[in-house]
Structure formats: structure tokens, C-alpha cells
């Protein structure tokens, strides 16, 4: 336990004063927020064992406010964050990379959060050479803005491009900060990612000397509110994560909400994942609409979502959000799109309303951390982690095991060549 000093406990307060990376401290010289590296997080939920953190996607303050309220909750390490198409410069969400932190940052000193949050830029997708360029201007911005983390998705491009798209960018990324790395689109059923594919990606990457604390794998799951019987293929998952385990990378679980609490919960027993992404389930969540175990909205007969009295959002909001949906031509995976119009509109709700779509979210996220995560009193695990280590900077998991002469951009075409795999269909696999 920790000593207590004017409401925080002394290794709280150290954590503050040594584990929050320099970009943090500059932005929030005044804040009592523990805002870290990703790294932080990924290491409490090793050192507790089989346990996963929530990634919490932040469409809207109410979930960012649920969330972080669950944590403190369940004394859970946790990662908000955002995708580029949520949060982008193309966005469709308020909340964006640039004013994450900010957001957090805020949330945590009103509600005198004490566990530590990492900020996590999630799917930073690159697509082609015009998005490369971009990134080189972006992702440093991010960081100035408050980002500790990234998934640098370049999964969308064939493997020698994903790869090397990747080490490019790698002097875009603080050595300290949390990294992702993705391996195959998540598209379901079809396109699902392999061993060989795998070890490509992660070998490339030792051999170069980056780290990743993280890989997603399309491992059979979906974005967006589509159930799938086939779902998270756990031994898939775990046959990878095996391969891949000198490389000491841990797994994230994207396409949550598209599974039941059974299947998360044998992800985190037989897998190497410490962190899996909750998106859609919690924006449905916070608007009041009804959905099944498997985070997913139910609909009516008639195809529409079913709006839970006194839950989420008020009844008149709701109907005006239909019938603005209705007027674009809405299909059930496109109310996402409602986040950045409906914005203000939610905010202007009256204070019972908006609290009980924060209280909505808090439920939904404890119960995830608590019974389904295995994430329960990581927090303290995490602020180990800081002060054993005496700075922010966590270091890699890893050390170098791959030759660099056998990695060069020659050597890398030639491999990606030789490996047999199945993209699946093309289409847009962004949140």
C-alpha cells in the first residue's frame, strides 16, 4: 500500500514526479495525472500475468470520463486512445491525437484519478508514399500534443512494404514511448494473419534494433458492430505469440467488441496479450442503446437500434440523431459518423443525462477490467515499474537477435517474396 500524503500516496507522487515521459511534464508542469509511456502499462499487466489492459477508444468525453472512473475503480493500469480515422486529421470524432491528452490530463486532476493512463495513438495507418510523408510531420506533432504511444499500422501494404514502412518511421517514435505494430487487416474471417508472416514482421524489426511492446494480428476479428461466429481464433493467437516469444513482443487484441466475455477471457489465459482495444461497444454504451455480451448493439426487426430508457443519451437527442442519420443515408456501422456533428449536442444535455452516460460506460468498462481482463489492482504494479526503473524511460523488453546484413531493403523484398499467405479481400479496415 502506498503512504498517504495530502490525499496521494508517496510512491503516487514520485511516480508523478519521475514517470511521466518529459513531453508530458512540459504540456502539465502542475498536473498530479499519471500519464505514461504505453510501456508502463504492457509491464504491469506481464508482471501480474495473464492479464490484459483496456484500450479504451475515447469517441466522446463520456467515455473517456467512464472509463477513467472504472480504472480507478478497479485500481487498473489503462490506455486511452484513438484511431486515425476516429482521430485523424480527417476525423470523425471531437477527440482527437491532438487533445487526447488533454482530455485526460484534465479528467484525471478533476476526479483525482491516481492509476497510471498511457495515451496511445492507435492504427496510425499508412497506405502509401503520400502517407509517409505525412507521418514524418504528424507523429512527432502527436507526441508534442501529449501522445505516449503508438500502433504504426502499416498492415494495409504487402509485407516487405509493411515492414520497411515501419523501420522508416521508427526515428518518428521517442525511444521511450509505447510501440505497436500490426500484422495482417482486420477483416474478419478472411485475410487471417500467420506465423510466418509474423515472425517476417518482428524479425525485420529486431534486426534493426526496434522493439515493438505490442503486435495486433488479424486473428478472426471484426471492426465496427458486425458479430462474427467465427471471432477470435484463440489458438491462432496463441500459436503465434508461442513463435514469437524470444522476441518477448506482447499481443494486442483488436475487434473486441465483435466477442463474448468467454472468448476474452481465454485470450488472456492462453495468450501473451496486454492490450486489447474497446471501440464501438463503448460509444454505443454511452449513447443508452441496448447491446449483448458481445459489446455489440442489438437491433430491432426492422433493423434499428434499440434505445434503453433512461440510459444514454435523452430520448429527444436520440430521435433527432436518428433522423439525421436517416437523412445521410445511415446504415447501422455508419452512426459513427454522428460523433463530430452530435458533439456539442451531448455536451449541452442537462447534467443528469450526462452523468448517467458517463455511469453507463464506467459499468460496462469496470466489469470488462475486473471480471473479463483479469486487470484488477495493476495500477500499483505499474508505478512499481516506474520507480524500480527511477525514470520514465522503460527501455525495451528485447534485445537484438537478428543479423542486420541479412536485413537490408534487398534482402527484405526477397524474403517477403517467399512467403505464402492470404490478404483476404480489399475494402477499408481502419477503427
Given at each position: 500500500?502506498?503512504?498517504?500524503?495530502?490525499?496521494?500516496?508517496?510512491?503516487?507522487l514520485r511516480?508523478?514526479?519521475?514517470?511521466?515521459?518529459?513531453t508530458?511534464?512540459?504540456?502539465?508542469?502542475?498536473?498530479?495525472?499519471l500519464?505514461?509511456?504505453?510501456?508502463?502499462?504492457?509491464?504491469?499487466?506481464?508482471?501480474k500475468?495473464?492479464?490484459?489492459?483496456?484500450?479504451a477508444?475515447?469517441?466522446?468525453?463520456?467515455i473517456?470520463?467512464?472509463?477513467?472512473?472504472?480504472?480507478?475503480?478497479?485500481?487498473?493500469?489503462?490506455?486511452?486512445?484513438?484511431?486515425?480515422?476516429e482521430?485523424?486529421?480527417?476525423?470523425?470524432?471531437?477527440?482527437?491525437?491532438?487533445?487526447?491528452?488533454?482530455?485526460?490530463?484534465?479528467l484525471?486532476?478533476?476526479?483525482?484519478?491516481?492509476?497510471?493512463?498511457?495515451?496511445?495513438?492507435?492504427?496510425?495507418?499508412?497506405?502509401?508514399?503520400?502517407?509517409?510523408?505525412?507521418?514524418?510531420?504528424?507523429i512527432?506533432?502527436?507526441?508534442?500534443?501529449?501522445?505516449?504511444?503508438?500502433?504504426?499500422?502499416?498492415?494495409?501494404?504487402?509485407?516487405?512494404?509493411?515492414?520497411?514502412?515501419s523501420?522508416?518511421?521508427?526515428?518518428?517514435v521517442?525511444?521511450?514511448?509505447?510501440?505497436?505494430t500490426e500484422?495482417?487487416e482486420?477483416?474478419?474471417?478472411?485475410?487471417?494473419?500467420t506465423?510466418e508472416?509474423?515472425?517476417?514482421?518482428?524479425?525485420?524489426?529486431?534486426?534493426?534494433?526496434?522493439?515493438?511492446?505490442?503486435?495486433?494480428?488479424?486473428?478472426?476479428?471484426?471492426?465496427?458492430?458486425?458479430?462474427?461466429?467465427?471471432?477470435?481464433?484463440?489458438?491462432?493467437t496463441?500459436?503465434?505469440?508461442?513463435?514469437?516469444?524470444?522476441?518477448?513482443?506482447s499481443g494486442?487484441?483488436?475487434?473486441?467488441?465483435?466477442?463474448?466475455?468467454?472468448?476474452l477471457?481465454?485470450?488472456?489465459?492462453?495468450?501473451?496479450?496486454t492490450?486489447?482495444?474497446?471501440?464501438?461497444?463503448?460509444?454505443?454504451?454511452?449513447?443508452?442503446?441496448?447491446?449483448?455480451?458481445?459489446?455489440?448493439?442489438?437491433?430491432?426487426?426492422?433493423?434499428?437500434?434499440i434505445?434503453?430508457?433512461?440510459?444514454g443519451?435523452?430520448?429527444?437527442?436520440?430521435?433527432?440523431?436518428?433522423?439525421?442519420?436517416?437523412?445521410?443515408?445511415?446504415?447501422?456501422g455508419?452512426?459513427?459518423?454522428?460523433?463530430?456533428?452530435?458533439?456539442?449536442?451531448?455536451?449541452?444535455?442537462?447534467?443528469?443525462?450526462?452523468?448517467?452516460?458517463t455511469?453507463?460506460?464506467?459499468?460496462?468498462?469496470?466489469?470488462l477490467?475486473?471480471?473479463?481482463?483479469?486487470?484488477?489492482d495493476?495500477a500499483?504494479?505499474?508505478?512499481?515499474?516506474?520507480?524500480?526503473?527511477?525514470?520514465?524511460?522503460?527501455?525495451?523488453?528485447?534485445?537484438?537477435?537478428?543479423?542486420?546484413?541479412?536485413?537490408?531493403?534487398?534482402?527484405?523484398?526477397?524474403?517477403?517474396?517467399?512467403?505464402?499467405?492470404?490478404?483476404?479481400?480489399?475494402?477499408?479496415?481502419?477503427?
Amino acid at each position: 500500500m502506498c503512504r498517504q500524503t495530502s490525499g496521494y500516496g508517496d510512491d503516487f507522487l514520485r511516480a508523478v514526479e519521475i514517470g511521466r515521459p518529459h513531453t508530458i511534464q512540459k504540456l502539465f508542469p502542475n498536473s498530479k495525472a499519471l500519464i505514461v509511456s504505453g510501456k508502463v502499462i504492457d509491464r504491469a499487466m506481464l508482471a501480474k500475468g495473464r492479464a490484459i489492459a483496456m484500450a479504451a477508444n475515447g469517441r466522446n468525453t463520456f467515455i473517456i470520463r467512464g472509463v477513467l472512473k472504472a480504472a480507478q475503480r478497479a485500481n487498473a493500469a489503462v490506455l486511452i486512445e484513438i484511431a486515425k480515422s476516429e482521430g485523424g486529421a480527417k476525423a470523425y470524432c471531437a477527440v482527437n491525437y491532438w487533445n487526447m491528452a488533454l482530455h485526460v490530463d484534465a479528467l484525471c486532476n478533476e476526479m483525482g484519478i491516481t492509476v497510471p493512463v498511457a495515451v496511445h495513438a492507435d492504427h496510425y495507418g499508412i497506405k502509401s508514399e503520400k502517407d509517409m510523408e505525412t507521418a514524418r510531420v504528424e507523429i512527432p506533432s502527436m507526441f508534442d500534443a501529449g501522445i505516449t504511444s503508438i500502433a504504426i499500422d502499416a498492415s494495409h501494404l504487402p509485407d516487405d512494404k509493411n515492414l520497411l514502412a515501419s523501420i522508416a518511421l521508427n526515428p518518428c517514435v521517442p525511444s521511450w514511448a509505447g510501440l505497436e505494430t500490426e500484422v495482417g487487416e482486420i477483416k474478419g474471417k478472411e485475410g487471417l494473419s500467420t506465423v510466418e508472416e509474423a515472425l517476417f514482421l518482428i524479425q525485420g524489426l529486431n534486426a534493426h534494433a526496434i522493439f515493438p511492446d505490442w503486435i495486433a494480428l488479424n486473428n478472426g476479428t471484426t471492426h465496427g458492430i458486425e458479430a462474427s461466429a467465427q471471432g477470435i481464433q484463440v489458438d491462432l493467437t496463441a500459436d503465434i505469440h508461442r513463435a514469437l516469444e524470444k522476441y518477448r513482443v506482447s499481443g494486442a487484441q483488436h475487434g473486441t467488441s465483435g466477442n463474448s466475455s468467454e472468448r476474452l477471457r481465454e485470450i488472456a489465459a492462453r495468450t501473451r496479450t496486454t492490450k486489447a482495444n474497446v471501440a464501438t461497444a463503448l460509444q454505443m454504451v454511452s449513447w443508452g442503446l441496448r447491446v449483448n455480451d458481445y459489446g455489440n448493439a442489438i437491433l430491432d426487426d426492422s433493423g434499428r437500434f434499440i434505445k434503453e430508457k433512461d440510459r444514454g443519451v435523452s430520448d429527444e437527442l436520440w430521435q433527432e440523431m436518428v433522423a439525421f442519420a436517416d437523412s445521410k443515408g445511415y446504415k447501422p456501422g455508419d452512426y459513427k459518423n454522428l460523433n463530430l456533428p452530435f458533439e456539442n449536442r451531448l455536451l449541452s444535455q442537462p447534467r443528469a443525462i450526462r452523468e448517467r452516460m458517463t455511469a453507463g460506460v464506467e459499468e460496462f468498462a469496470y466489469t470488462l477490467m475486473t471480471e473479463v481482463f483479469n486487470a484488477r489492482d495493476t495500477a500499483p504494479l505499474a508505478i512499481e515499474a516506474i520507480l524500480s526503473a527511477g525514470t520514465f524511460d522503460l527501455g525495451p523488453k528485447a534485445e537484438r537477435l537478428e543479423d542486420p546484413a541479412d536485413w537490408t531493403a534487398e534482402k527484405i523484398a526477397a524474403r517477403a517474396a517467399a512467403i505464402t499467405s492470404d490478404k483476404g479481400p480489399a475494402g477499408n479496415f481502419e477503427d
